[in-house]
């Protein structure tokens, strides 16, 4: 599943449409957004350096890592940093925010941390200007390209610390103008949803063509002591998670996907949910009190229950049941009314009682 979105993500827009976009979201309870985050970006930069993507280049807006953290991470997966000036850059908003550390005069050590990766970045200083902020990025993609014609792929680390510095139509309006832009090849964002509301969560996911969410396997102690046992589950969390992803298509359908995360020291792995819904400390589907098998016997009675437009066999003339009674039966009813013994009196209805006979009856000192 993983695969299949680094694979959307790698192909790119179609002519006419918008381009791909990519929700990455995680909570409290399983904060591993950031790994899957940089998993796609690796997978992305792999893509463009073999040449395999519709991407030419990569503009990375970092908002919560430095440049170094990057180019450290790009060489931790194996890519070439030495030739990454041809196909990446960093929008710096994570340095110097606001511009304050110009005013001052002894910056020293953030100078020597950011030396190597400084011809990979550029700063910005002013993040609460984000039309500037989203002309600036697409300014950097060109660069990269130069006069070739092709596209750019768009990250961005953290829409969180966007909303801290503007507001959420300026920042959806940010990521829709990415999107849509003729240089963009497929935009991807990372989004903690516990941070936000549900609506303003739910925007960014409307505006995604694919959702990726993390969800925790291990159900919460619902406010109960802090033991050794609860500890030990929490750090799970920290490993491990179930990854679901909804995929929009062009018809309108929606695809849903999940697979189950885990980190270990080589990296992040994928694979597939267990068939019998056990994962990570137990269950997380409810176990259900009744059988969804039915036993030997159940399946006889069944095969003996006689079922409308259906013929048994037993020699009888098919007879289709309606819903009314059938012809034997009204036959039946009809012999049994014209058998009646002289002792039986048919009672007549008033109104065809004749007349003259009950004036007879009346004379001969019958009952009238």
């Not at 697409?138 to 990250?155: D, N």
């Not at 920042?171 to 609506?199: G, M, N, P, T």
């Not at 409308?308 to 098919?318: A, D, R, S, V, W």
Request: hydrophobic share 40%.
């Amino acid at each position: 599943m993983a695969e299949s979105i680094c694979r959307a993500l790698r192909d790119g827009a179609l002519e006419g449409e918008h381009a791909p976009a990519l929700t990455i979201k995680d909570s409290i309870a399983s904060p591993l957004g950031f790994d899957v985050f940089a998993h796609v970006l690796a997978q992305l930069s792999s893509h463009i350096l073999a040449g395999k993507s519709q991407s030419r280049g990569l503009v990375l807006v970092a908002y919560t890592r430095s440049p170094l953290f990057y180019v450290n991470l790009l060489k931790e997966r194996g890519l070439e940093v030495n030739s990454s000036r041809k196909w990446f850059h960093i929008l710096d908003c994570y340095t110097d925010p606001h511009g304050w550390k110009d005013r001052i005069v002894g910056r020293g050590k953030v100078n020597d941390a950011t030396k190597e990766a400084s011809g990979l970045s550029t700063l910005c200083k002013d993040v609460k200007d984000t039309d500037k902020l989203c002309s600036l990025a697409i300014e950097l993609g060109k660069g990269l390209i130069g006069e070739v014609k092709g596209r750019i792929s768009f990250a961005l680390d953290s829409v969180n610390e966007m909303l801290r510095y503007a507001s959420v139509r300026s920042v959806a309006r940010v990521l829709s103008d990415l999107r849509s832009h003729d240089l963009a090849s497929c935009v991807f964002w990372l989004l903690h949803s516990d941070l936000l509301e549900d609506k303003v969560a739910a925007v960014f996911d409307y505006m995604s063509s694919m959702v990726a969410g993390l969800e925790s396997g291990i159900p919460s102690s619902n406010g109960l002591r802090i033991s050794l046992e609860n500890l030990s589950l929490t750090e799970q969390n920290f490993r491990r998670a179930k990854f679901s992803v909804r995929f929009k298509r062009r018809n309108g359908r929606v695809r849903l996907m999940s697979e189950e995360i885990s980190i270990e020291r080589s990296g992040i792995t994928f694979s597939s949910v267990s068939t019998d819904g056990e994962t990570m400390g137990g269950s997380i589907l409810p176990k259900v009190q009744f059988n969804l098998q039915l036993s030997e016997k159940e399946q006889m009675d069944r095969a003996k229950v006689i079922l409308p437009f259906e013929h048994q066999g037993n020699g009888k003339p098919i007879e289709i049941y309606d819903g009314r009674r059938y012809l034997a039966d009204k036959n039946t009813e009809v012999a049994g009314t014209m058998q009646m013994t002289d002792s039986n009196k048919v009672l007549q209805c008033w109104c065809c009682y004749d007349i003259t006979d009950a004036a007879n009856n009346y004379s001969n000192g019958g009952i009238f």
